[in-house]
C-alpha cells in the first residue's frame, strides 16, 4: 500500500520561504511521476507542480519562479522549495503520485497533507 507523508508546513509571513517534504513508501519511487497539489480555504485542489522520472519539472502560472519541485530517488522523497510566498498560497498541501499524458491525473490516495499559512 502506498504511503505518502507530507510535512514541513507552517506560518509564514508573506515573503517568506518554505520548504515542504513527501515521503513516498509502499512503491518504487524512482519510476513514478510525482505531483505536488494544493487546496486553498474553501477551494478546490488543485495541481502547483509536477515532476517526471526523469526530473523534468512543470509548474501552474500562479507559482512560475517562486516554487521549486525536487526528488530525492535515495531518500524516496520528492520536496517543493517555496520562496516568496503570498497569502493566497494559503492552502493544504499534497504530494502524490501523477499520471501525465495530455493532462495531468493523481494517482491513489492522498495522504493528511501539510497546512501551509502565509500572513500579510
Known amino acids: 500500500q502506498v504511503q505518502l507523508v507530507e510535512s514541513g508546513g507552517g506560518l509564514v509571513q508573506a515573503g517568506g520561504s518554505l520548504r515542504l517534504s513527501c515521503e513516498v513508501s509502499g512503491t518504487s519511487f524512482s519510476i513514478n511521476a510525482m505531483g505536488w497539489f494544493r487546496q486553498p480555504p474553501g477551494k478546490q485542489r488543485e495541481l502547483v507542480a509536477t515532476?517526471?522520472?526523469?526530473?523534468?519539472?512543470n509548474y501552474v502560472n500562479s507559482v512560475k519562479g517562486r516554487f521549486t519541485i525536487s526528488r530525492d530517488n535515495a531518500k524516496n522523497t520528492v520536496y517543493l522549495q517555496m520562496n516568496s510566498l503570498k497569502p493566497e498560497d494559503t492552502a493544504v498541501y499534497y504530494c502524490?503520485?501523477?499520471?501525465?499524458?495530455?493532462?495531468?491525473?493523481?494517482?491513489?490516495?492522498w495522504g493528511k497533507g501539510t497546512q501551509v499559512t502565509v500572513s500579510s
Open positions: 515532476i517526471t522520472s526523469g526530473g523534468s519539472t
Open positions: 502524490n503520485r501523477v499520471k501525465i499524458t495530455t493532462s495531468t491525473s493523481p494517482l491513489g490516495y
